[in-house]
């Protein structure tokens, strides 16, 4: 429909009124001189107000680069006053509402200069009602299996949080780069460190930290409350602190229509349009709504939670970032998880086209069950990923306990231990004051450390300045590679 069917009617052909007539009923226009809302069809049952399964259309401004909007009436509005230019559409008995909508939403309105229109996206009802359930059913026995296995190992670590504390770091670092940051674990532990980053890295280095911070802050709020749109607003307050997008509002869900599409694009040019911002708080809260409940499987409910937040990009930035945080922090809240330690980012990182793809499924096609089957074929590999790598830091543990425990002969060496895995790369006062070990025996600890092998300075002691060592061990375990 290239024209408005508001004060414009006349342009249209006869047969091109008599066809849209015979598909979809009466429509409506609104005058510019405030006159009652008159009919353009003879319909003696029709009254002007908004029905269940309508459609209406609003288009904004009389030029080339106007903006159709399309919106499907879920509930009884009677007495709705309405501007110019909307058209209402009554679908037939043989032609949905929600069916009219998506013919619209399927294809860009052109306008007169040839550019494309593009429409905000409606997100579907939650839970979904249309699953092929027998066509998912195959792939959410093994991916809860194999999360089982990665969640029993992880219950058998006394400490997670800090015997897997460069698996935190590490999740941090991926999840970022997927939004460009350039930034490496040994990097981060490094600034953490003392060492300085300028520019550009420096940048990305804070982004990588503040999503560390944002998962720490959200999995202790988890242990007292339910999961809620305010705690997503506290984690990307601390998500965007200091950091590129600091001017984008942290914390607060935007008032403006945003677009996705290449760097720079206009709104024309756009691949992706999210919901438009009047209609942002409903999607929002039935979003949160079917966070609380329990769905048919709850590794199905994750991938919906995390592809519908996405596609509803509450945020003006930093919503990737947030979604993928809520991938651990929904299994941990609902108990699938004992810590929030299942980290996706890795696999999403190496199959970032596909994981793109899937999304933009859903938003042009309806296509849940692709992406679903990819979030479920995504778990399993990772699971399986994780539980190696835990693995290979237990055992990287148990054989540091006996090294270090015959190099100090002392009462402090699983003090020793803890603090080098807590964080691997660090100053020799910070080791002295997280361990908790008094200085006059901690610095020939760390000598004895040094001589062995086990610790490689990165910088030495010079004056005031702290030397700076590095556990190699560990974050060549983490990363799977030799890092330093």
């Avoid at 509803?312 to 991938?327: A, E, T, V």
């Amino acid at each position: 429909m290239r024209k408005s069917l508001g004060s414009k009617r006349k342009e249209l052909s006869d047969t091109h009124i008599e066809e849209i007539t015979h598909l979809f009923g009466p429509f409506t226009e609104a005058k510019q001189d405030g006159k009652p809302i008159s009919r353009i069809f003879a319909n003696a049952d029709f009254e002007f107000s908004l029905l269940p399964g309508e459609v209406i259309i609003t288009k904004d401004f009389e030029t080339a680069n106007d903006i159709a909007i399309v919106a499907f009436v879920p509930q009884e509005l009677p007495g709705v006053i309405c501007g110019y230019h909307l058209t209402i559409v009554r679908p037939s008995e043989k032609m949905f509402g929600r069916f009219v909508k998506r013919l619209f939403d399927s294809q860009f309105l052109n306008s007169p200069c040839g550019g494309k229109r593009m429409i905000p996206y409606v997100p579907q009802s939650l839970p979904l009602s249309d699953l092929d359930y027998g066509r998912l059913i195959r792939k959410v026995g093994p991916a809860n299996a194999a999360l089982a296995r990665y969640d029993g190992l992880l219950q058998s670590v006394i400490n997670p949080s800090i015997l897997l504390s460069p698996l935190i770091t590490r999740e941090a670092v991926l999840s970022s780069k997927i939004e460009g940051t350039q930034a490496t674990v040994d990097e981060v532990l490094e600034c953490e460190a003392g060492i300085d980053f300028g520019g550009e890295k420096a940048q990305d280095i804070q982004e990588i930290r503040n999503y560390r911070k944002a998962l720490v802050l959200a999995s202790e709020a988890l242990k007292e409350r339910p999961f809620t749109l305010s705690l997503i607003c506290q984690m990307h307050t601390v998500l965007m602190d200091s950091v590129r997008g600091a001017n984008k509002t942290p914390g607060q869900f935007r008032l403006d229509q945003n677009w996705i599409g290449p760097a720079g694009c206009t709104f024309e040019q756009a691949t992706f349009v999210p919901p438009a911002p009047l209609q942002l708080r409903d999607h929002l809260q039935a979003w949160e709504s079917y966070l609380a409940m329990d769905d048919f499987d709850l590794l199905v409910q994750v991938a919906v939670v995390h592809a519908q937040f996405e596609l509803i990009h509450p945020f003006k930035d930093g919503n990737g970032r947030i979604g993928r945080l809520l991938i651990p922090l929904f299994l941990f809240q609902k108990h699938v998880l004992a810590s929030p330690m299942f980290y996706l980012s890795e696999y999403l990182e190496t199959h970032r086209d596909l994981y793109y793809a899937r999304l933009r499924g859903i938003s042009q096609d309806d296509d849940w069950i692709s992406w679903i089957e990819f979030f479920l074929d995504a778990i399993v590999e990772q699971a399986w990923a994780n539980t190696q790598k835990v693995r290979e830091i237990l055992e990287l543990y148990e054989k540091m306990k006996r090294q270090i425990t015959e190099l100090t002969r002392s009462q402090h060496a699983i003090q020793v231990l803890d603090a080098l895995f807590d964080r691997p790369i660090f100053q020799s006062g910070d080791f002295i004051l997280r361990s908790g070990i008094p200085k006059h025996t901690a610095l020939p600890f760390l000598h004895r450390l040094r001589e062995a092998g086990i610790l490689h300075p990165l910088r030495e002691k010079s004056g005031r300045r702290s030397a700076i060592f590095a556990f190699r061990e560990l974050l060549n375990c983490a990363e799977g590679r030799n890092v330093l």
